[in-house]
């Protein structure tokens, strides 16, 4: 009976310790729910996003360039702003021009198919040289022909190194273009045109 009692002690005192060993298991965490793992996990994320670098902020530039108002008698200005490119800015504003308005109820101001052939900016003149497209597609009439004429020269005077414009056609200076206004010689900015 001695025996049996001294088994029982034994055994309790094995339980007891095993239970106490479960309850202070060397400071360990008690097992985290999920929602805290995702929050841990979201943090860990949004660290490592402030290390990473980051590709630099594409540069841009702002052209102001004109269009046709509504109806086609004036110039209205749009700012437009386009990310920098390695040619020059008068590239640029020519793309913009044959590109249209965008959203703004305005008018075309290069006809339809013509082509840029050269561009060339020296001693403050712009020297612009078409396709023939831009004489043979373009809509007519004195004001249309204003209206094409002075949205480029007066896009262009925008630029700060850029007075005059000069155009051709297929590499010709012709008197007249259009029929209606003269581009035999550079042509300076027209704020008469203006809206």
């Not at 390695?86 to 703004?104: C, F, N, R, S, T």
């Not at 896009?155 to 005059?164: A, Q, R, V």
Request: aromatic share 6%; net charge negative; glycine share 12%.
């Amino acid at each position: 009976m001695k025996k049996q009692g001294l088994w029982i002690i034994i055994v309790v005192f094995l339980i007891g310790g095993l239970l106490l060993s479960g309850c202070t298991s060397g400071g360990s965490e008690p097992p985290k729910t999920p929602a805290e793992q995702g929050q841990q996990s979201k943090t860990r994320d949004e660290i490592q996003g402030q290390n990473t670098p980051q590709p630099p902020a594409e540069k841009t530039v702002k052209l102001v360039v004109y269009f046709p108002d509504e109806q086609g008698n004036r110039l209205v200005p749009v700012t437009k702003v386009v990310p920098q490119q390695d040619k020059p800015l008068a590239e640029q504003v020519i793309e913009e021009l044959i590109k249209g308005p965008g959203p703004a109820s305005l008018g075309e101001a290069i006809p339809n198919g013509a082509k840029l052939l050269s561009l060339e900016v020296k001693d403050g003149i712009a020297y612009v040289n078409w396709s023939k497209e831009f004489q043979t597609n373009h809509w007519g009439g004195s004001t249309g022909d204003s209206n094409t004429i002075y949205s480029i020269v007066n896009s262009f005077t925008e630029l700060p190194d850029i007075k005059k414009v000069q155009f051709l056609l297929e590499g010709k200076v012709e008197e007249s273009i259009f029929g209606h206004v003269g581009t035999g010689e550079p042509l300076g900015r027209n704020e008469e045109i203006l809206k």
